[in-house]
């Protein structure tokens, strides 16, 4: 059985950075990706990393400001984030699968509790 644990969301102003880190028990060398969801929109594809974290993919929203990472030795996935805008304010969601398709959620079996993250401006 593979557990998810999200950590880090929290309160930030616009321009601001944060790091979610999710913890993962049982399995752990599956494709890992971040999801997030905002009030009243439906669950949005933000960043997936590989097995190894060789091959890392981002929505087209996020690029060049969050970098996603994983550290396998300690089982921990990670999502930078930088010059956080309001508009990134949502649930953040860690994910772990196969990860066919990368950016779709039906690619992880697994999910996380979600952190929230606030971005004020």
């Known amino acids: 059985q593979v557990q998810l644990v999200e950590s880090g969301g929290g309160l930030v102003q616009a321009g601001g950075s944060l790091e979610l880190s999710c913890a993962i028990s049982g399995r752990t060398l599956y494709a890992m990706a971040w999801f997030r969801q905002a009030p009243r929109k439906e669950r949005e594809f933000v960043a997936a990393a590989n097995w190894n974290g060789a091959s890392t993919y981002y929505a087209d929203s996020v690029k060049g400001r969050f970098t996603i990472s994983r550290d396998n030795a300690v089982n921990t996935v990670y999502l930078q984030m930088k010059s956080l805008n309001p508009e990134d304010t949502a649930v953040y969601y860690c994910?772990?699968?196969?990860?066919?398709?990368?950016?779709?959620?039906?690619?992880?079996?697994?999910w996380g509790q979600g952190t929230q993250v606030t971005v004020s401006s």
């Open positions: 994910a772990a699968g196969p990860g066919d398709t990368y950016s779709s959620a039906r690619s992880y079996n697994y």
